[in-house]
T-cell receptor, first 113, second 113 residues
Framework: GENVEQHPSTLSVQEGDSAVIKCTYS??????FPWYKQELGKGPQLIID?????GEKKDQRIAVTLNKTAKHFSLHITETQPEDSAVYFC????????????FGSGTRLLVRP | SAVISQKPSRDICQRGTSLTIQCQVD?????MFWYRQQPGQSLTLIAT?????????ESGFVIDKFPISRPNLTFSTLTVSNMSPEDSSIYLC??????????FGEGSRLTVL
């Protein structure tokens, strides 16, 4: 089955700096890679996703890149703000009848004002 | 996106008792899932809730401990049976949207004494 590894486990950046979180996956048939943000006491919120037919996707200050050959994908947050502080999870799945999201271990991001 | 409502949002339970968590989605969805998130940990898939048939459980989870129902396309329940302190976790209901994204409820936070 799928296995997703995520690094780093914690990340502290100064407000305005960039943050990068990296994930690797094991199932070469996986073709859907979402990222979630979880704030304290809340459920995970989908912030961006990428599918295997593209290498990069951007949404304002957030971008995700995918390298299918290396089975590696990353989340990039630019111009970080204190409200970006949260736990971020990557995940991977096949987009077929065997769909089930497997999550990475999470990254606790702290943006220092 | 799908709006997912769970109840109870939190509960404190006694060892040996059982608790049923309800999940309601605001639109018809094809797939619903239940995840567990132990304190400070990532999300672990418990099972896929299948409409009108038995749920599909992941390794390490069994129907006797976590019976699941899904009587229609918008509603599911998860029961945590014969609880022990090790069952203290956040239990998350999720639903797959029409374009493949997975959305989560806010979670049910269980503490077992």
């Amino acid at each position: 089955g799928e296995n997703v590894e995520q690094h780093p486990s914690t990340l502290s950046v100064q407000e305005g700096d960039s943050a990068v979180i990296k994930c690797t996956y094991s199932d070469s048939a996986s073709n859907y890679f979402p990222w979630y943000k979880q704030e304290l006491g809340k459920g995970p919120q989908l912030i961006i996703d990428i599918r295997s037919n593209v290498g990069e996707k951007k949404d304002q200050r957030i971008a995700v890149t995918l390298n299918k050959t290396a089975k590696h994908f990353s989340l990039h947050i630019t111009e970080t703000q204190p409200e970006d502080s949260a736990v971020y999870f990557c995940a991977a799945s096949r987009m077929d009848s065997s769909y089930k999201l497997i999550f990475g271990s999470g990254t606790r991001l702290l943006v220092r004002p | 996106s799908a709006v997912i409502s769970q109840k109870p949002s939190r509960d404190i339970c006694q060892r040996g008792t059982s608790l049923t968590i309800q999940c309601q989605v605001d639109s018809q969805v094809t797939m619903m899932f239940w995840y567990r998130q132990q304190p400070g940990q990532s999300l672990t898939l418990i099972a896929t809730a299948n409409q009108g048939s038995e749920a599909t459980y992941e390794s390490g989870f069994v129907i006797d401990k976590f019976p699941i129902s899904r009587p229609n396309l918008t509603f599911s329940t998860l029961t945590v049976s014969n609880m022990s302190p090790e069952d203290s976790s956040i239990y998350l209901c999720s639903a797959r949207g029409n374009t493949g994204e997975l959305f989560f409820g806010e979670g049910s936070r269980l503490t077992v004494l």
